[in-house]
């Protein structure tokens, strides 16, 4: 090969190279704005989570409503606490002398500094006086407030041949017919025709009948309201 010859090859070759890292060189070049792009893209809208929009009005916000409490209803002026009657006692601004009691079998119920009242027999105004006389050595100008939560001394009696017999309590308006549905109804042996209530008036007891099948067709009128201490007698 000659050297004119060998000197334009060499040239080509030096001049070949040289554009494969031109061209290399341009290729880097542009793919780093790309690559930067998607890392953006995969950064910005792949893993950050889409922020949810707020409900009006806090509709996700459960909404609870508490059922009416038995002894809400209850006149402080004139309802007499009895036996296991639940008691809420308050004591403005003294939380450790605020507390839900049951009236004990004695009749008594428990609190701190004063140790056991009893409570069977008063009214509710009645047992705030009281509570306040009593907590008047230890708290300044105590108001004390008494709220029956709940009715337990209150109660009828159902016996004979019903689905389930025992002391049920009675918080105000029922009647014998409810009774009989709250105890399961009457049983295959029973006498339906036969139902009767014993009551005591006057320290006098008297047998009250009940038109079980009357009551059955809603007649009002022969379903008998109970009181406290009646006794339903299914034969």
């Not at 209850?74 to 002398?97: A, F, K, T």
Request: positive net charge; contains cysteine; aromatic residues 6%.
């Amino acid at each position: 090969m000659t050297l004119r010859k060998w000197t334009s090859f060499r040239g080509c070759v030096l001049g070949l190279r040289f554009g494969l890292l031109l061209a290399a060189l341009v290729g880097l070049l542009l793919a780093a704005p790309i690559k930067e792009t998607m890392a953006q893209t995969t950064t910005d809208g792949g893993t950050k989570p889409a922020e949810k929009s707020p409900a009006k009005g806090n509709a996700s916000t459960p909404t609870t409503t508490d059922s009416p409490d038995p002894g809400s209803s209850v006149d402080p002026n004139s309802y007499h606490i009895g036996l296991d009657d639940q008691l809420l006692i308050s004591v403005w601004r003294e939380p450790e002398l605020s507390l839900s009691v049951v009236v004990r079998p004695d009749g008594m119920i428990t609190m701190p500094l004063i140790n056991d009242v009893h409570v069977v027999g008063l009214k509710p105004v009645e047992l705030q006086r009281l509570l306040i006389d009593k907590l008047k050595p230890f708290v300044s100008e105590p108001q004390v407030t008494v709220i029956v939560q709940g009715i337990r001394s209150r109660k009828v009696y159902l016996v004979g041949n019903v689905t389930k017999q025992g002391a049920y309590s009675l918080e105000g308006g029922e009647t014998v017919l409810q009774l009989l549905a709250t105890s399961g109804g009457v049983n295959p042996f029973g006498k339906a025709d036969s139902i009767y209530i014993l009551r005591t008036e006057n320290k006098k007891q008297i047998r009250i009948p009940f038109q079980y099948k009357k009551a059955l067709k809603g007649r009002t009128q022969d379903d008998v309201l109970l009181q406290p201490g009646d006794v339903v007698v299914v034969p």
